[in-house]
């Protein structure tokens, strides 16, 4: 796929059960993974805020993990997936007509971070009417992204989830995955966060999923 950095040879399958995903191992190619993966440590070693900063990993209020949302007119690799081929692909694969929005953040989970709620991304987000990131609408701080509440915004159905993880040590963490639930909220897929593996999912009314709890080591994602 020309503007991806995807692996040579990479086939993406969905399951349909509990609800439609895909799990690509080795997703990115190699030298695509490291940049990423440099860029992810860059930030993480401006340290973490308890509080809300644009600028660091700040917590994220009701779960136990920081995020982090790049610039997206910033010089850094994540400009590869925040491209209308990024999204056109992801539009073939789950057959939908997804829009040119989109919002990307970073996560970090200390050790012994607690499991989320399991919720099912459902949502409809606000973006600002004329985008000023290009082409792609991409979504930094221009509005209030669940609750709106601004003119020249609107909102945009929620449809398709990438968790892309990296920088995780295999060996130490032990958890940590993203689980799947089916519609009785019963585990019914557990994701390993193995460094460059790729979790794609639809979101609909039934789309459940959380973080589990992990041990021994971070968790690192983006999403």
Same mark, same amino acid.
């Given at each position: 796929?020309?503007?991806?950095?995807?692996?040579?040879?990479?086939?993406?399958?969905?399951?349909?059960?509990?609800?439609?995903?895909?799990?690509?191992? +080795?997703?990115?190619?190699?030298?695509?993974?490291?940049?990423?993966?440099?860029?992810?440590?860059?930030?993480?070693?401006?340290?973490?805020?308890?509080?809300?900063?644009?600028?660091?990993?700040?917590?994220? /209020?009701?779960?136990?993990?920081?995020?982090?949302?790049?610039?997206?007119?910033?010089?850094?690799?994540?400009?590869?997936?925040?491209?209308?081929?990024? *999204?056109?692909?992801?539009?073939?694969?789950?057959?939908?007509?997804?829009?040119?929005?989109?919002?990307?953040?970073?996560?970090?989970?200390?050790?012994?971070?607690?499991?989320?709620? *399991?919720?099912?991304?459902?949502?409809?987000?606000?973006?600002?009417?004329?985008?000023?990131? /290009?082409?792609?609408?991409?979504?930094?701080?221009?509005? +209030?992204?669940?609750?709106?509440?601004?003119? /020249?915004?609107?909102?945009?159905?929620?449809?398709?989830?990438?968790?892309?993880?990296?920088? +995780?040590?295999?060996?130490?963490?032990? /958890?940590?995955?993203?689980?799947?639930?089916?519609?009785?909220?019963?585990?019914?897929?557990?994701?390993?966060?193995?460094?460059?593996?790729?979790?794609?999912?639809?979101?609909?009314?039934?789309?459940?999923?959380?973080?589990?709890?992990?041990?021994?080591?971070?968790?690192?994602?983006?999403?």
């Amino acid at each position: 796929m020309p503007d991806i950095p995807i692996r040579e040879g990479v086939e993406v399958a969905t399951a349909n059960e509990p609800f439609r995903h895909a799990v690509i191992d +080795n997703f990115f190619t190699v030298e695509y993974y490291q940049e990423l993966s440099a860029y992810f440590k860059q930030v993480l070693a401006l340290g973490v805020s308890e509080q809300a900063d644009p600028h660091k990993f700040s917590v994220m /209020g009701g779960f136990d993990v920081y995020d982090y949302f790049p610039d997206p007119l910033a010089v850094n690799p994540l400009k590869a997936i925040r491209s209308t081929a990024w *999204i056109d692909y992801w539009a073939k694969i789950f057959d939908l007509p997804l829009t040119y929005e989109e919002l990307t953040s970073m996560h970090h989970h200390n050790p012994e971070s607690a499991s989320n709620p *399991i919720h099912n991304d459902n949502i409809r987000g606000w973006f600002a009417d004329e985008s000023t990131t /290009g082409e792609v609408n991409s979504w930094y701080f221009q509005t +209030n992204y669940v609750q709106g509440q601004c003119q /020249g915004c609107h909102e945009s159905q929620r449809a398709v989830v990438n968790i892309f993880f990296l920088n +995780n040590d295999e060996e130490k963490l032990v /958890g940590g995955e993203t689980g799947l639930y089916d519609k009785s909220m019963e585990l019914a897929v557990a994701v390993e966060p193995k460094n460059n593996r790729l979790l794609s999912y639809e979101v609909h009314e039934y789309s459940y999923h959380g973080f589990r709890q992990n041990h021994g080591a971070p968790r690192n994602s983006i999403i």
